[in-house]
């Protein structure tokens, strides 16, 4: 009687976790907007530091273009701009 649950037991608990991982892996696979394969994207986030509880600075680069961006939770607002091989320039509105 117990050697009949161990052996259920030993062979049904890797089968769950296997079934498990597997449905996570496909799921990540799967979601919108992640690549599946090596894709290459239009944008790219080159950099990006937490500034207080939920802001952070990002330099994303986009069109051969370097843009600094602060980031919060209801809104995303663009700071500076540069080639990507060059300085960083301020844009002209005020900010």
């Known amino acids: 009687m117990m ?3 161990l052996l259920r037991l ?4 890797p089968l769950v976790a296997g079934l498990a991982y597997g449905s996570l892996w496909l ?3 799967l979601q919108p907007g992640i690549a599946i394969g090596n894709r290459n994207r239009a944008i790219r986030i080159v950099d990006a530091i937490p500034m207080g509880a939920t802001g952070r600075l990002a330099v994303v680069e986009f069109a051969n273009r370097h843009i600094l961006v602060a980031v919060s ?3 995303i607002e663009k700071i500076a701009e540069a ?3 060059g300085a960083f320039v301020l844009p002209d509105e005020d900010i």
């Open 3 to 5: 050697l009949d649950y």
């Open 10 to 13: 030993l062979l049904l608990v």
């Open 27 to 29: 799921w990540r696979k």
């Open 73 to 75: 939770r209801g809104r």
């Open 83 to 85: 080639p990507a091989d």
